[in-house]
């Protein structure tokens, strides 16, 4: 076994075109020891493309297997050899397998390096034509209905651009809950298939990319990027904007309306702002 340990190398993969892999990416992919992919067969493909043999060993490296093949993986480190690790499309560890990896490989004294390559949150965050000097990642929102709404209005008042991934089967949901918890009219953009032949950039309001899904299912990969809360949304507390859904109301507004008027001029859940009209009600009524 070789004193030294070899070397966890993280690799940045093409998110759909294969002219976009860098000339480090060909090098590493042919000089490493064994080669971690998410998926085998793409990884073929995408050697096929770009005209690169694949050393003898390729294994699978995916959620499902993830646990048992990073012990192997690190013995093979420690025993001196180099691992390449690519994921479908971006980079490894990114709402992707990798992380699992590189923290067994860096607790074992075993150095990890990247090539760098392209990453779906920082393509959709350029072209969505929305502020990208202070941005927060998300990656994929809890699947389920409750565990999501509960997330988003924690992010209402957020006020840096949220970039986040979400599966064709679950956008249409996640755009309503979307629309509901920030406010419909938040500037948005529905990024599809970046890089690749039906690449599709869609900027709208969280409310009109909503109908439009319903209408039009988007496939394939899919990244939103959403407007930060407007500066207001913290500069006010939240019994100050019970008081403003109060006033509204008693000048005619019904209370649905006043609720989605105020959560959406100052970016905050309307579900928030309901819940706290309720309460405050059943405080002041003897």
Not at 52 to 73: A, D, K, Q, W
Request: aromatic content about 4%.
């Amino acid at each position: 076994m070789s004193e030294a340990p070899g070397r966890l190398i993280l690799l940045g993969a093409p998110l759909g075109n294969p002219r976009d892999a860098s000339a480090r990416l060909l090098e590493a992919l042919t000089e490493a020891d064994v080669v971690a992919a998410e998926d085998t067969r793409r990884l073929a493909r995408l050697a096929r493309d770009l005209g690169v043999p694949l050393p003898e060993r390729v294994v699978s490296y995916f959620e499902g297997n993830e646990r048992r093949r990073t012990e192997s993986l690190v013995a093979q480190l420690r025993a001196g050899q180099t691992v390449a690790l690519i994921t479908d499309g971006g980079m490894p560890s990114v709402s992707d397998p990798g992380y699992r990896l590189v923290r067994a490989a860096l607790d074992a004294g075993v150095p990890v390096t990247c090539v760098p390559g392209p990453s779906a949150v920082t393509t959709a965050l350029a072209v969505s034509g929305l502020p990208s000097d202070r941005f927060c990642f998300e990656g994929f929102l809890p699947r389920r209905a409750g565990q999501r709404r509960a997330r988003l209005a924690e992010l209402a008042t957020e006020p840096r651009t949220l970039v986040l991934f979400e599966a064709p089967h679950r956008v249409v949901e996640t755009l309503t809950d979307l629309a509901d918890a920030l406010g419909a009219d938040r500037p948005a953009a529905l990024c599809r298939e970046l890089t690749k032949t039906y690449e599709e950039v869609r900027r709208a309001s969280l409310g009109e990319l909503a109908a439009w899904a319903h209408r039009e299912p988007p496939r394939g990969e899919i990244t939103l990027v959403v407007a930060g809360a407007p500066e207001s949304a913290g500069a006010r507390s939240i019994e100050d904007l019970v008081d403003e859904v109060v006033e509204r109301e008693q000048a005619g507004d019904s209370r649905r309306d006043a609720v989605a008027a105020v959560a959406r001029e100052y970016g905050v859940s309307r579900r928030e702002l309901y819940d706290a009209v309720l309460a405050a009600q059943r405080l002041s009524t003897p």
